[in-house]
């Protein structure tokens, strides 16, 4: 079982609709990074969180630390937010261990 | 706006043939991460430097792998020889130092071993 785990893998949804990635984790971890990642394989760190919520602009990250589990909402999806959204978790060093991915759609 | 560079963008090469990668850091950033990222799965350490001396590098093939931060600036990472396995996309990191920092990825070398 991997130590962070991601639901669901696939998400398609039309444009306008709340999305929510779900992200569950397995060790101690010092802080939960969300990370979006486009077609070209770029990479960009959207949050990092150790606690409560974070909001920037049209995404939400939520972490329950009691219950090892995080989530990421967008309002108002656009099909410019389709893209590989990666959660991974940091313990000790800052070594980040990431979870699979979730592919997001979002169709016009 | 600072970025982390890394070259080249894509490297084919043929399986036993060496190849290496190259990353220049954000200014000022300590920490630099070797990720590599197979099709399809989430990225994974390879190596993690702090200034010029290795952190972690457990995860590292060291028979073929090998990685240097000489002036503790950019950084190497070679191959020799590649294999057909090798075939990922290879990411470039930097943050300010080791604890609950923001790490900033470079675009990425796709490797392809044919």
């Known amino acids: 079982k991997n130590e962070v785990e991601q639901s669901p893998q696939n998400l398609t949804a039309q444009e306008g609709e709340f999305i929510t990635i779900n992200c569950s984790y397995s060790?101690?971890?010092?802080?939960l990074h969300w990370l979006q990642q486009h077609p070209g394989g770029g990479i960009v760190s959207l949050f990092m969180?150790?606690?409560g919520k974070k909001k920037h602009g049209r995404l939400i990250a939520t972490i329950n630390i009691q219950e090892k589990h995080s989530s990421l909402h967008i309002t108002a999806s656009h099909p410019r937010d389709s893209a590989v959204y990666i959660c991974a978790v940091s313990s000790g060093a800052q070594k980040l261990v990431f979870g699979q991915g979730t592919r997001l759609t979002i169709n016009p | 706006e600072a970025e982390v560079a890394q070259s080249p963008r894509y490297k084919i090469t043929e399986k036993s043939q060496a190849v290496a990668f190259w990353c220049d850091p954000i200014?000022?950033?300590?920490?630099l991460y070797w990720y590599r990222q197979i099709l399809g799965q989430g990225p994974e350490l390879l190596v993690q430097?702090?200034?010029?001396?290795?952190?972690?590098d457990s995860q590292l093939p060291k028979d073929r792998f090998s990685a240097e931060r000489l002036k503790g600036v950019d950084s190497t990472l070679k191959i020799q020889p590649a294999e057909l396995g090798d075939s990922a996309m290879y990411l470039c990191?930097?943050?300010?130092?080791?604890?609950?920092?923001?790490?900033?990825f470079g675009p990425g070398t796709r490797l392809t071993v044919l």
């Open positions: 430097f702090q200034d010029e001396s290795v952190v972690d």
């Open positions: 060790v101690g971890i010092s802080a």
């Open positions: 200014s000022g950033h300590a920490t």
């Open positions: 969180l150790s606690s």
């Open positions: 990191a930097s943050s300010l130092g080791l604890l609950l920092v923001l790490q900033f």
